[in-house]
């Protein structure tokens, strides 16, 4: 049934300035968030001769889909979910998101290691299915790229996302096919909660650990492991990312953190790093010629790296001239060398993460660039809902991107090609702005021209502040506001101020608030900017902190005070003022008054309780609120929708299940309630 929770709050006064209210609502849908991407995927010579290329791509479920390489045919979509007996997992799995590790072995085996529910997939040679392996430990939410051995042995690690606070390290294991059970060879310390990469090479098994920078060569026999040093001068703050070995070498990414990625290659045979690729994109690399001589991606181009010289010799192919400006072929799925006996000699094949497979000959330099024949979208859940300037709301989805917008006025939506995470959006003076992951970027959009190549724009990005994700994007006076979390290896969120007439912007990461943070919530009044702090789910040091409030100076950018309204809370996630120019918050549970002077507290009510002690993750997006002139309420969702007298903190109701919310003022809000839209007018 699509709405829940019809009950109104018992015991609420008839004196209360909210009364309330049995408004109509209408289902309008499921919210049309559709896309094509891969985030894994290989290219490998299968038993009979045949090339293929396998790519994972994400959605509810996710599926794998299995290519003629030659022909850019899809020949097979396998969703990867099986469905079955109740396994007793908390969470129970209800099909993979997507994959970041695509492995083919020697035999023609499949290895797909997947997120959402942590499980890893296997396809055998000829098998119609894919098998899943599981879950490897209860708490595995990512299992990430992995190898397979000489004997078949799979080899991955994972992110340990599930369970309470604090959260352990990433662990590295194996699948056996012969005994069919994983082995678990433990995880490298608290500080390493990824084991990102796994690679086999020669009898040893190397893994790369994130957030901090580390990679390990452990022995798959004894478990024994030697720790090798990073390259020189390379920052600690960077993901082992992804690895490749061919003829001797260990290509390495390391990713992440606040400077430019950059390629290593290590000399398997004396475990020293030999070659910096600055520029080096991943994710896979061609297998060697006889000189050794590999094909990757470096700066979005086809390159050929010799090891032995260590010279690079770009292709000047990078997609053609469309793919090109939109920045080239981005990172490599893959990438592999194989003869194509229709032109008699070996031709260079890849893929991209958005469903564009290509072709490169180097006896003629000729390319192709083309679209996979027969692949099918996937749904993606929505990340992000807002009211734009038009009246339009617009919605992002989660991972793969993608960008609707729905007509209240006529009943229909439209959808954009943008295929960007939208974490966060606004609209401000005319425009809409749109706060993307990763790096912490904004995006300008102006629903009165042309959706195109240049609308959105980017505006910028805050990786050097060292940001990842913007919570909230607010219109403020002359300002657009955008509050974000910080990159993994980083303690502090950031505040910015950015000023579309002028195109200055400002960034504050530090004395907002006390502890490791991320801005959660921003509200603005009369030149003064308020903002809430997350303080639980740290990522850089698994640490916890109060929720706080703070109040700058919007032109000056001096703090003009800090409170922590609530200490047993570890998130402010809503702020707003009411029309008597009171300030209000929510936490996720709580709701609470305090004084816009000072940041006391005033009043509190708390509407259940919730166990910030024990959470390892939070979205503070699921908390929406803002003050609404036309009835005298206050708006906001933290799980069901909120209706709240300010006078007295009663939530009048009703209250429907509720996500992402878009709540501006006016009779009709916006709710995103299990992938449909919710309108409800309530007024």
Not at 25 to 51: F, K, S
Not at 79 to 102: F, N
Not at 478 to 507: C, F, H, M, W
Not at 537 to 554: E, L, T
């Amino acid at each position: 049934m699509l709405i829940a929770g019809l009950a109104l709050v018992a015991g609420l006064s008839v004196t209360a300035a909210v009364t309330p209210t049995t408004p109509q609502w209408w289902n309008r849908g499921t919210i049309p968030l559709y896309a094509a991407t891969a985030a894994g995927g290989e290219t490998a010579r299968m038993p009979d001769g045949t090339v293929r290329t396998y790519q994972a791509f994400s959605g509810k479920p996710a599926y794998l889909a299995e290519f003629d390489t030659l022909t850019k045919r899809v020949m097979r979509m396998l969703p990867l979910y099986v469905p079955g007996d109740p396994s007793g997992e908390v969470p129970a799995d209800l099909g993979a998101q997507g994959a970041w590790g695509v492995s083919i072995d020697k035999r023609g085996t499949v290895y797909v290691s997947t997120y959402g529910y942590g499980h890893v997939y296997r396809l055998p040679w000829r098998a119609d299915a894919v098998e899943d392996l599981g879950r490897p430990s209860p708490r595995t939410s990512f299992t990430w790229e992995g190898d397979t051995d000489e004997r078949g042995v799979f080899y991955f690690g994972t992110t340990e996302g599930f369970g309470p606070a604090p959260l352990p390290g990433g662990r590295l294991f194996s699948w056996d096919p012969t005994t069919r059970k994983y082995r678990d060879y433990g995880d490298f310390g608290s500080k390493y909660l990824f084991v990102r990469s796994v690679e086999a090479s020669g009898g040893k098994i190397y893994a790369g650990l994130g957030q901090t920078t580390a990679l390990y060569q452990v022995d798959p026999r004894t478990g024994d492991r030697v720790e090798i040093p990073p390259p020189p001068g390379m920052p600690t703050d960077k993901y082992t990312y992804q690895m490749e070995d061919e003829a001797g070498y260990l290509y390495v990414l390391f990713a992440g953190g606040t400077t430019a990625q950059v390629g290593w290659v290590l000399d398997l045979k004396t475990l020293k790093w030999k070659y910096e690729i600055p520029g080096y994109m991943g994710q896979t690399i061609s297998q060697a010629d006889e000189q050794g001589r590999v094909y990757l991606i470096v700066n979005s181009e086809l390159t050929l790296f010799d090891p032995r010289k260590g010279t690079l010799t770009p292709t000047g192919f990078q997609g053609g001239a469309e793919q090109a400006d939109k920045g080239g072929l981005g990172a490599g799925k893959g990438v592999a060398r194989a003869v194509d006996k229709r032109v008699g000699h070996e031709l260079i094949y890849g893929a991209t993460g958005s469903a564009d497979m290509w072709t490169y000959d180097p006896a003629t330099k000729e390319t192709t660039f083309d679209r996979a024949d027969g692949l099918v979208g996937t749904p993606t859940p929505p990340r992000s809902l807002a009211k734009g300037p038009d009246g339009r709301i617009y919605a992002g989805g989660y991972f793969q991107g993608g960008l609707v917008a729905y007509d209240p006025a006529t009943t229909k939506w439209t959808e954009y090609d943008f295929r960007h995470q939208i974490e966060g959006m606004g609209a401000h003076n005319g425009k809409m702005y749109f706060g993307v992951y990763a790096n912490a970027e904004l995006w300008e959009y102006d629903p009165a021209l042309p959706f195109g190549d240049s609308n959105p724009k980017k505006l910028f990005d805050l990786k050097d502040k060292g940001q990842e994700r913007p919570w909230t994007v607010v219109s403020a006076g002359p300002y657009v506001a955008i509050g974000t979390s910080p990159k993994n290896t980083q303690d502090n969120g950031a505040l910015t101020l950015y000023d579309p007439a002028t195109g200055e912007r400002r960034t504050w990461n530090s004395g907002l608030v006390e502890g490791a943070n991320q801005i959660s919530a921003l509200t603005y009044r009369d030149g003064i900017i308020y903002g809430g702090s997350l303080g639980c789910c740290n990522p850089s040091d698994n640490s916890k902190h109060p929720g706080q409030v703070f109040a700058m100076d919007a032109a000056s950018g001096r703090v003009l005070w800090r409170s922590t309204p609530l200490p047993d809370e570890q998130g402010v996630n809503g702020l707003t003022f009411d029309g008597q120019g009171r300030l209000f918050g929510m936490t996720y549970g709580t709701v609470f008054e305090i004084s816009p002077t000072d940041g006391s507290l005033i009043r509190s009510e708390k509407e259940f309780d919730y166990p910030w002690s024990t959470v390892t993750g939070f979205q503070p997006r699921a908390v929406n609120m803002e003050y609404d002139p036309g009835d005298g309420a206050i708006y906001a969702t933290n799980g069901r929708t909120r209706r709240i007298d300010p006078d007295t903190l009663v939530d009048v109701g009703p209250n429907y299940v509720a996500g992402f919310a878009a709540i501006s003022p006016g009779p009709n809000k916006f709710y995103v309630q299990n992938g449909l839209l919710l309108e409800v007018k309530w007024y």
